[in-house]
Structures are given as C-alpha cells and as structure tokens.
C-alpha cells in the first residue's frame, strides 16, 4: 500500500462545477504539498499545509492532521484547470508523492 | 525571485548513449532533489542534496546514474548508459525552510526519449 493515495485517479467534469481531490497519509509528516503538472509542464506549488485550511482564488485546501487526510477543492472549475494535481507529504527528512489525480474539465 | 532553471528541455537518445540534465537551484535554497517522473506515475525521489553533501540517494540506480552539486549550488544528474525504461521527466526542485516548513520549487524537468 502506497504511504499517500490519492482518489480519485481520473476525474472529469463540466466547466463550473466544484471539484474535490482526496489525499490519505499513513505516515507522520510535517506539511502536505499540493502540486499542480500541466501537460508538458513542470510541477507549480499550489499549497503547503500544515494544518486547517487555505484559500487562494478558486482554489481551497484543507487538511485535518488527527485524520490523516487533506482536500484539494476547486470552485466554478474552468478549462484551464485542467491538469494533473499531486498530493506530497513531507515525511521524516523525505517528500513522498502520491500518484496523483488527471482533472479533465470540459467547456 | 528567479526559479528553479533547469536544461535542457527536452533530450532525445538512443540506448546506451549517455546524457547529462543540469539544475540551477534557487539562490540560497541548500536542499535540491532530483526527481524522476515516469508518464502516469507520481515523481520518484532519485536524490536528495543538503548543500554539496547526499542526504538520500538509496533510489538511484547507481550502476548508472549519478549526480553531483558541487559547491552547494548547481546540479548534474547523468545517465550512463540509458536504457528505454529511463525515458522520463526529470525534475529537479529546491527548498527553503521558513518557519519551520519546507517551501518547495520546482524547475521544468527536462523530458528525457530514449529510443
């Protein structure tokens, strides 16, 4: 079992429409990145948590550390959101990624 | 603040060639990563520097690869010889602590062909 999942893997949806990505952790960390890879492009910083939530623009992450979980949630999603998103934990000394989750918005 | 520079971008080759990705951190960041990203597959920590010295490099092939950061600054990753199985991104990123939180950034990654 991989130390961060994230769910879902694929997710497609209409322009407008709230997007949620989970991302689960089994080891302790010290902040959760989420990360945004444009096709093509490289890795963009979105976030790092290390506890309750952020917002910027459209974009809202959350994190509750008893849980072990963390929430990337996208409001009025546009095309241009398109992307892969990538949850990474930093763990003792180490980042580790999750797989991340291919967001598809269509017009 | 400049980013983190990397080059090339792209980096065609044929197997058992070899080839080298450079990493220009940003300044004053001490801990550089390099990473190797396969298509559809989350990045894969291939090493960790904390300015010259290797802070985790148990993930890099090291029958082929290897990488340097002289002077705490610049890195080189290299691969010789490349197989097909290595064509990838390669990321690198840089950090700064603040605050007690590792900032991350990262360059563009170089796309790396091995035909």
Sequence with gaps: KNEVEQSPQ???AQEGEFITINCSYSVGISALHWLQQHPGGGIVSLFMLSSGKKKHGRLIAT???????SSLHITASH???SAV??????GTDKLIFGTGTRLQVFP | EAGVAQSPRYKIIEKRQSVAFWCNPISGHATLYWYQQILGQGPKLLIQFQNNGVVDDSQLPKDRFSAE???GVD???KIQPAKLEDSAVYLCASSLVRG???KLFFGSGTQLSVL
Excluded at chain 1, 63 to 69: A, F, R, S
Excluded at chain 1, 85 to 90: D, L, M, N, P, T
């Design chain 2, 75 to 77: 890195s080189t990753l």
């Design chain 1, 79 to 81: 095309p241009r959101d």
């Design chain 1, 63 to 69: 994190i509750n550390i008893q849980e072990k979980h």
């Design chain 2, 69 to 71: 950061r002289l002077k």
């Design chain 1, 85 to 90: 998103y990538i949850c990474a934990v930093i």
């Design chain 1, 10 to 12: 694929n997710l497609t």
């Design chain 2, 100 to 102: 007690g939180i590792e």
